[in-house]
């Protein structure tokens, strides 16, 4: 809400769909089918909060611990695609080791109680190289994606017959015991359609068909895909699917919303765009209540890391960091926390929202109740008020007040347990520790990368090749190399190159001359330069480089990379004779690997940096168990290894309209680190200054909490199985604090019982005239030295009522520290 409404609109494109379900018991499985109101699984309906965490952007020792959190948080389940140009990056070569083990990540989540939704695709653009195909593809004579057309359809229906193939020798489907209740197929198909002409429905056709084909035992869906064929359902991605979803095909089919919204995933040169949680919130409420939903997912829950050179083109490596887990897999509050709310107050409204008969009355011009009676006379209400104002509601002749844009959930038709716009939930600050510095240059190597001129080359063309298809994924740099003769030195030649993406960098008999790179929005560019040439034959060797390949829109098969037109003079030199080297020598020799290494020949460190430079050095890892990130903000574009662990491309020197770096922290996996001796490799493709880089920790050390003396208690301590919401049981409004585990609250920074200014997003907060001389002693009393605390919000437990006729709040930040 904060946010421009064209901007919000954008993160709510289309997405997948996933979907858990909190086991009752920790058997699972069973028969899943579905009809016009949920899922039904076992014969129960359903309402189902779900989240993306997608595999291989984390790593399986992370996998435990995330998926914890989530059903912490009160998911029901887990969805993630799957990534063919992981599994298969050689035809015919399959691997399902590691982070790409599919099978032990779905085990996981089954051991854990939750459901899954697995997204197949195969096509899946996520933001993924190439949206998940192998570049192989591209090769196959006659090939058309995504449309119907026989080499594509071989392939598409080999991959998918072995995923499921997989999933049911694990026995992994619902019908099967395991935990997967969904599978998708295609993915947003509906956004290129048209482009295929009479080609795209009978490739909509052809696939659902094929899918339901391989017999799973659980529904099928198509994420934006409104002519979906029956059996399989059609489900919602976007921002409108609270306001706008036309609905599911079928009365039969249940409406289902596979969603974008934590954030909108960031890229290169751009800054972060947030949501706030409580814009979530009401669109997830508003979805629930007014399309008849009851499945919601998350995208993404978890966002994790690109590593290696996964992402699409122009992708940040850090992926969604702002969702509810953060990259590092530890609580976003009170994004987290909030959500956790709504979860457990939508449950609590669970029986008259599946089997309950819906009205809708008007409470004011932009203010509504949508009431839900039961068989039973169990009746839950949901008060909306869409205004951008404060709204006062009288509601079955009880006088509510709603804050702008908002909607209350009252599970008993009476007593408010949740507002979406009001967040009780604490918040928390991540900070970053420098642990481990480089500052000393003997501790550095370097190695600088040849550049090759064309007598070096061994590809020859008279023209300028596409760069997608020629390296093939296999490096992000091509070279095009030509020779120049000149009859007279000239020390002013106009040198023109225009490429279809993404970065260049010329050089002139060995010297660099001039570096161009596009953007996400128009990848394309043209690099002017003037440069000497020398009498004789002039070397010109120009390094193109893609980040990451495209992802989306349709006839993808057809994009193209790399140099389109370059000209010297005006001269155009595109048919010239071109020798082409595909990748860097360091990359062939994989100098990043410990065995690798030792294949070239390292100098010391010395003086100023050079352009297309590796770096290598050795550390020790930081004792402790908080999540470890390399500050790279002295460094300029490349891409870092640990122990030969690809953890990503950097590229700190593309600043945003800000000034700052997209991404200045790289996460760095526990599981690539040993205690000593950890082999760090730096390959920089501009320059940059390695000594100023430093490994830190990342940790949360601060929470803060903010309740009014009026509040309710968190939904989550009532009594869910009961159902019972007397005042009684309501109590006394308590706020609530954790740090970390294994750290406890160290200093307390700041209290007051009374009327603070400021709140936990204020950074300066200050004490009134209203205000309880015991506040500290109070708080210290109750947290000081532990994990977790939790303090009553009444005058007495503070000795005396500062101002007896006042609003009062108690507003708490502390330092925590293990
Ligand atoms: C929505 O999610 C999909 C992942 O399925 C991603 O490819 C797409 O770019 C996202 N759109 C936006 C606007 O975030
Ligand atoms: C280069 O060759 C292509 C294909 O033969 C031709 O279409 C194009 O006009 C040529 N360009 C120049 C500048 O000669
Ligand atoms: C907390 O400390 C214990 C004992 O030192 C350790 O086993 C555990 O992994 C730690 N947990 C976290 C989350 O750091």
Redesign the pocket.
């Known amino acids: 809400m904060t946010l421009p409404a064209k901007v919000v609109m954008g993160w709510w494109r289309c997405s997948l769909a996933l979907f858990f379900v909190v086991a009752l018991a920790t058997v699972h499985g069973g028969s899943v089918t579905y009809d016009g109101r949920s899922l039904i699984i076992n014969g129960q309906h359903k309402i189902l909060f779900s989240g993306s965490i997608h595999y291989p952007r984390s790593t399986p020792e992370m996998w435990p611990d995330l998926i914890s959190k989530a059903k912490e948080g009160g998911l029901d389940g887990i969805e993630s695609y799957v990534f063919w140009n992981l599994h298969e990056p050689k035809q015919g070569q399959f691997d399902f080791s590691g982070r790409r083990d599919l099978v032990r990540f779905i085990k996981e989540i089954q051991a854990q109680g939750l459901y899954a939704t697995l997204r197949i695709g195969p096509f899946i653009e996520s933001e993924w190289t190439y949206g998940g195909f192998p570049v192989w593809l591209h090769d196959v004579p006659g090939i058309v994606f995504r449309s119907d057309n026989e080499a594509f359809k071989y392939h598409m229906q080999r991959f998918t017959s072995k995923i499921v193939s997989m999933m049911k020798s694990a026995k992994l489907y619902a019908s099967q015991g395991g935990p997967i209740i969904l599978s998708q197929i295609e993915n947003e198909y509906g956004m290129v359609e048209k482009a295929y002409h009479e080609g795209g429905p009978s490739y909509v056709r052809w696939a659902a068909e094929m899918a339901v084909g391989l017999q799973t035992g659980v529904p099928w869906i198509m994420c934006k895909q409104d002519d979906a064929p029956d059996p399989v359902i059609n489900t919602c991605n976007g921002l409108e699917c609270g306001k706008r979803f036309m609905g599911p095909n079928s009365p039969n089919k249940p409406a289902l919303w596979t969603e974008n919204w934590t954030f909108r995933y960031q890229t290169f040169g751009e800054e972060a765009q947030l949501r706030s949680v409580e814009n979530i919130a009401y669109n997830v409420a508003l979805f629930i209540i007014a399309k008849k939903g009851s499945y919601v997912n998350y995208y993404m829950y978890h966002g994790g890391t690109n590593f290696d050179r996964t992402a699409s083109a122009f992708t940040l490596t850090s992926y969604y960091d702002p969702a509810p887990l953060d990259e590092y897999g530890l609580i976003r509050q009170p994004t987290w926390g909030h959500l956790k709310e709504l979860h457990a107050a939508i449950k609590l409204c669970s029986e008259p929202l599946l089997y309950g008969t819906q009205n809708v009355i008007s409470l004011g011009n932009l203010q509504n109740a949508y009431v839900f009676r039961g068989s039973s006379g169990k009746c839950a209400a949901f008060l909306e008020n869409s205004a951008g104002q404060e709204a006062r509601v009288i509601f079955h002749n009880v006088p509510y007040t709603l804050p702008p844009n908002s909607i209350s959930i009252l599970p008993d038709c009476k007593n408010v347990v949740f507002n979406t716009a009001k967040v009780s939930t604490q918040y928390n600050t991540r900070s970053m520790t420098p642990r481990v510095k480089f500052d000393s240059s003997a501790k550095w190597e370097v190695y600088k990368e040849a550049i090759p001129n064309f007598h070096d080359t061994s590809i020859r063309a008279n023209k300028l090749l596409d760069q997608i298809g020629t390296a093939k994924d296999t490096s992000d740099y091509l070279w095009y190399t030509f020779r120049l003769n000149q009859n007279s030195p000239s020390l002013k030649s106009a040198l023109s190159v225009y490429s279809h993406g993404h970065v260049v960098h010329a050089y002139i008999n060995g010297v660099l001359v001039g570096s161009a790179h596009g953007t996400l929005k128009d990848p394309t560019f043209t690099m002017e330069n003037n440069v000497n040439l020398r009498r004789g034959e002039n070397s010109i060797s120009l390094l193109s480089a893609t980040v990451g390949l495209p992802d989306s829109g349709a006839y993808l098969e057809r994009r193209d990379a790399g140099l389109r037109r370059v000209q010297v003079d005006g001269r155009d030199l595109s048919n010239y004779t071109w020798g082409y080297q595909v990748g860097l020598l360091g990359e062939k020799l994989q100098i990043f690997t410990p065995l690798g290494s030792s294949k070239v020949r390292w100098e010391k460190l010395r003086g100023s940096t050079q352009s297309l430079t590796w770096y290598k050095t050795t550390f020790d890892a930081p004792a402790?168990?908080?999540p470890v990130a390399l500050n790279l903000g002295s460094m300029g574009k490349g891409e870092a290894w640990i122990n030969g662990n690809s953890i990503g491309r950097y590229w700190v020197s593309f600043r945003t309209p800000k000034g700052t770096p997209s991404q200045t922290w790289y996460h760095v996996p526990g599981s690539f680190l040993k205690p000593t001796g950890n082999l760090l490799v730096l390959q920089e493709e501009e320059s940059g200054n390695p000594l100023q880089i430093s490994l830190d920790t990342i940790s949360v050390t601060k929470a803060c909490g903010y309740v009014l003396k009026s509040y309710l208690p968190p939904v989550t301590s009532w009594r869910v199985e009961t159902r019972k919401y007397t005042k009684s049981q309501r109590g006394t409004p308590k706020l609530q604090l954790n740090c970390?585990?294994?750290s406890t609250v160290s200093r307390i920074l700041f209290a007051s019982y009374g009327q603070p200014t400021g709140n936990c997003l204020s950074e300066y907060k200050t004490i009134t005239r209203c205000h309880s001389p015991n506040s500290k002693a109070v708080v210290t009393k109750a947290c000081l030295g532990k994990t977790r605390c939790s303090i009553g919000v009444r005058s007495k437990i503070f000795g005396a009522d500062p101002c007896p006729n006042g609003q009062k709040a108690l507003l708490v930040e502390v330092q925590c520290a293990s």
């Open positions: 402790g168990n908080n970390p585990a294994n």
